[in-house]
């Protein structure tokens, strides 16, 4: 186990007031098993292992007889076993015990455990639960280093939309064709400069296609047109194992005066996600940990008030870690309902969006929780629309 301890395993165990954390893995089908565990995809998993982390006192290891080795880089007293009845009596030693698994019915991103291990397991008498608020404890919470590594990642990238805004101005002013594939390319050779990383391209659509939250290219894309809404949304971190990403999403639009009902939508969206800030910031006032579910709902209430029930299509926010869509608490009550608490280390994307057929708009914006204060990483965050 590298840097997710047992110390720290079992502190999160003790705090979320439960017997213990069962890992289990076949095949590596459970990635966040064998990453939490620091166990190498590379090592052959071809009969089920358990690994058992009690609140106090040393984990139990469920290995197969052909594969003894595979968790002895884990602290523990091993139990070997051969064939079904051994597996299934290994188990039983943990009836009566509540133990959090990776299942959960609102959280798929945490969800590993196949339904015939969960009856397997639930025919020991194992009580299981989620182990969602323990991922989230270990791998969703950040350190101040791994604060510091999102920090200047969120830094980089508002640099970036203001070098890729110019960029796009240059081309309106000199009257010059300008295709999506042009500034989703300048902000990729940004990101090289750099030395950042992505999981995927930035995402550029124009008019029509900023009605899509998640459009992709297709070849060099449209020809950006005077009068076009232009959704910019990159993402990226440092390289490095630990690196944490930042994800940002700005709006411009393509013309030096922006129509009256432009601005008054945009202006709408603003106020929504400035309504999160402040809920959050009030419930940590009040001593109160908001829950992502809360925040989103705060979020869709005020865009329901204002006549745009059918223009939201997605949740307010994600968790933010190692990975962009991380496995800390998502600002969702509708997708995927997420009641998990914003504890200290939390840290997640809002990004309110509203999408009609001709154009739409999203703002986001990423938030860590830090000595029971809500801060806002990067620059300056967007209030008005870009314009040449």
Known sequence: MSQFTLEKLQEAI??????????????????LADEL??????????????????????????????????????P??????????????ALRQFSGKRLAA????DLPVVSFLDA??????????????????????????LSESDLASHKRAAMALYEIVEETWAFASQHFHTKTLLYEEDLQYFILEAFKKRDLITDHPPIIAAGPHAGDPHYE??????????GDVIQIDLWAKERGDRSIYADISWVGYYEKEIPPHISSIFQDLIDSRERAIEFITEKLNQGIRPTGAAVDKEVRKLLVSRGYAKAIKHRTGHG??????????????????????LLDGACFSIEPGL??????????????????????????????????
């Open 14 to 31: 003790r705090e979320e007031h439960i017997d213990g954390w069962l890992f289990y893995n076949f095949h590596h089908r459970d990635s």
């Open 37 to 74: 565990l620091d166990i190498d995809s590379g090592v052959t998993n071809s009969r089920p292992w358990v690994y058992v982390v009690p609140a106090t006192g040393l984990p139990i290891k469920i290995v197969h007889a052909i594969e003894l080795n595979i968790l002895d880089k884990l």
């Open 76 to 89: 523990g007293t091993k139990q070997p076993y051969a064939g079904k009845e051994a597996f299934h009596a």
């Open 102 to 105: 990776h299942m959960d019915a």
């Open 116 to 141: 015939g291990t969960q009856l397997n397991l639930e025919k020991a008498g194992i009580r299981l639960i989620s182990a969602a608020s323990l991922i989230q404890r270990i791998k969703g919470l």
């Open 217 to 226: 290219l297709t070849g060099r894309g449209s020809i950006i047109q005077r």
């Open 320 to 341: 933010i870690d190692t990975e962009c869509h991380g496995s800390g608490v998502n600002i969702d009550s509708v997708e995927f309902p997420d009641e998990r608490k």
């Open 355 to 388: 999408y009609f057929q001709d154009y739409g708009f999203r703002t986001e914006i990423d938030v860590y929780i830090y000595q029971n204060q809500a801060n806002i990483s990067g620059k300056t965050r967007q209030f008005v629309l870009l314009t040449p």
